[in-house]
């Protein structure tokens, strides 16, 4: 995994270059990744695919049975990584109560009309047809929430909002708050 200029925010094609200066290399693709999440600050269970691949019993995912060798002992932490807002809410889901509170901060994808130029890349690259061509809205009912157009959009126009309104004014003052 070539890691010397890695990308960080929300990727991509919105994300920023981090230089985390690391290759890493292994035989076991899972091990791998499992090191590699960790680096950013994360679990496997917080990573769909990568739980997906434990649960198949397809390599090696706990740390414990990994052995790091080259210039470190230890897995090293990227400092300051962001990660994309997405995965930033999307914490293990244990309890129905802890879904709820999950779902109250959701977000979800809305085109900002006035950074759009009507490129048509996101109506063009949504799997379910969910973006009117005319007007960019989305159509909560029909999107999956892949994020293909947040992705996409080279004019940073598809931004994440949070679904419920109540949650964007609470999310706001926190940020300005620890900011
Ligand atoms: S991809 Fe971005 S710029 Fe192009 S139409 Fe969609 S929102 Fe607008
Ligand atoms: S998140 Fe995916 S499904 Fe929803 S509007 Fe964007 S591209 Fe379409």
Same mark, same amino acid.
């Given at each position: ?112 009309? *006035?950074? /759009?130029?009507? %490129?048509?890349? #996101?109506? =063009?690259? &949504?799997?379910?047809? !969910?973006?009117? +061509? ?6 909560? *009912?029909? /999107?999956?929430? %892949?994020?293909? #157009?947040? =992705?996409? &959009?080279?004019?940073? !126009?598809?931004? +994440? ?19």
């Amino acid at each position: 995994m070539d890691g010397i200029f890695a990308m960080q925010g929300e990727g991509p094609t919105a994300g920023e270059v981090y230089p985390a200066n690391k290759i890493l290399i292994s035989t076991a693709p899972l091990a791998l990744d499992t090191v590699a999440i960790n680096m950013l600050g994360m679990e496997i269970e917080e990573v769909p695919i990568l739980t997906a691949a434990r649960q198949r019993k397809i390599g090696e995912s706990k740390l414990v049975n990994i052995s790091i060798d080259g210039d470190y002992k230890d897995i090293p932490k990227l400092a300051n990584f962001k990660l994309p807002k997405r995965y930033k809410s999307s914490k293990k889901r244990n309890s129905k109560a802890l879904v709820k509170i999950i779902d109250f901060f959701k977000t979800v994808p809305k085109v900002n009309r *006035k950074k /759009c130029r009507n %490129c048509n890349v #996101c109506v =063009e690259s &949504c799997p379910v047809g !969910a973006i009117n +061509l005319d007007t960019k809205q989305i159509d909560y *009912k029909v /999107c999956i929430e %892949c994020m293909c #157009c947040h =992705e996409l &959009c080279m004019f940073k !126009a598809v931004e +994440l909002r949070k679904r419920n309104f109540l949650a964007g004014i609470l999310a706001d003052i926190s940020l300005r708050k620890y900011s």
